[in-house]
């Protein structure tokens, strides 16, 4: 059972990004699913989350650039990146809202400079 990150890049100010999270079986059994970012020196945190019946809350350095969804017929959770800052920059994650050692993956490095 695991969950794999993509969709990571370098991008510029102001500019998109979608990142994908693939579950390895079907996604609706994680319960509810969580992205996660963490900087160098500091600790990871949750920005978004959505539950099994699609109740979806953000962190207010995300709310109203990011948008978090799921994809049941793909196994899939995205979140979908706009208004990017630099603060943004970080390696990107997803596990379930309480997560899970054994489900951290390799995460995926976003970028966002000029």
């Known amino acids: 059972v695991q969950l794999v990150e993509s969709g990571g890049g370098l991008v510029q100010p102001g500019g998109s990004l979608k990142l994908s999270c693939a579950a390895s079986t079907n996604i609706f059994s994680f319960g509810a699913l969580g992205w996660y970012r963490q900087v160098p020196g500091k600790e990871r945190e949750l920005i978004a989350y959505?539950?099994?019946?699609?109740?979806?809350n953000y962190a207010d350095s995300v709310k109203g650039r990011f948008s978090i969804s799921r994809d049941g017929a793909k196994n899939t959770m995205y979140l979908q990146m706009s208004s990017l800052k630099p603060e943004d920059t970080a390696v990107y994650y997803c596990?379930?809202?309480?997560?899970?050692?054994?489900?951290w993956g390799q995460g995926t490095q976003v970028t966002v400079s000029s």
């Open positions: 959505i539950t099994t019946s699609g109740v979806i």
């Open positions: 596990n379930t809202r309480s997560p899970v050692r054994n489900l």
